[in-house]
């Protein structure tokens, strides 16, 4: 994080990636926005101390279902966390699903030729529960989503916009333009395997 502010970047919230996706973002340089998925209670305990130290906006996508619990080795934010971590002022929160995190589209793929497939009334069950899950704690309706593995289809899509959400995260490798579309927006992965000058390396190729 220290070396993508050296470097000129300037990290922004969602509601001004919505604006820089419409082009009304003005006077931002280099533009990033800095995302998590899953909703681990490590992002708590190193994410929010970054945070604040730097000053960095950053979003999390949760798995609404999976808040305050332990799976096998991992553990979840609670809901008091969540809000502390909101209440910070640097953090913005969105759907990661309620309790879909799975290849979804492959199994509506297997119920093909259906009359009418029943992963879609699954699915937007899902994303008004986690909607509602989020809407809970944060006290507002959540305004992004990002869909497990990065998985979805025109039809998810619709289900999704539907439901409220107006930002879609894949997990298509890529940048994003002015103009580009807010229910397909890219990213670029960062692991532990990487370090501040393959992070920056990563960045800069969005430079023209």
């Known amino acids: 994080m220290q070396a993508l502010l050296a470097a000129g970047f300037t990290p922004i919230n969602l509601a001004q990636t919505r604006r820089f996706l419409a082009g009304t973002l003005d006077d931002v340089r280099q533009p990033v926005l800095i995302t998590f998925d899953d909703g681990y209670e490590s992002l708590y305990q190193f994410a929010l101390p970054v945070a ?10 949760m ?5 305050g619990r332990r799976i096998q080795f991992a553990e979840y934010l609670t809901e008091s966390q969540i809000r502390e971590m909101v209440g910070s002022g640097y953090f ?18 297997a119920f093909a030729g259906h009359a009418e497939n029943p992963v879609l009334r699954l699915l937007q069950r899902d994303l008004r529960m986690s909607a509602s899950r ?26 999704a916009r539907q439901s409220g959400f107006r930002l879609h ?28 000058e393959s992070v920056l390396r990563k960045a800069s190729s969005t430079l023209r």
């Open 134 to 159: 989020l809407e809970s704690v944060l006290g507002a309706r959540p305004l992004a989503l990002a869909w497990p593995y990065g998985k979805f289809n025109g039809e998810f899509s619709a289900l």
């Open 169 to 196: 995260f894949t997990s298509v490798h890529g940048y994003n333009e002015p103009g580009a579309n807010p229910f397909a927006i890219k990213r670029i992965p960062v692991t532990s395997r990487d370090t501040a």
């Open 63 to 67: 798995i609404t279902s999976r808040a």
């Open 52 to 61: 604040r130290q730097l000053e960095i906006p950053m979003t999390v996508f």
């Open 92 to 109: 913005d929160f969105g759907s990661h699903t309620h309790d879909l995190h799975t290849d979804t589209v492959s199994i509506y793929d």
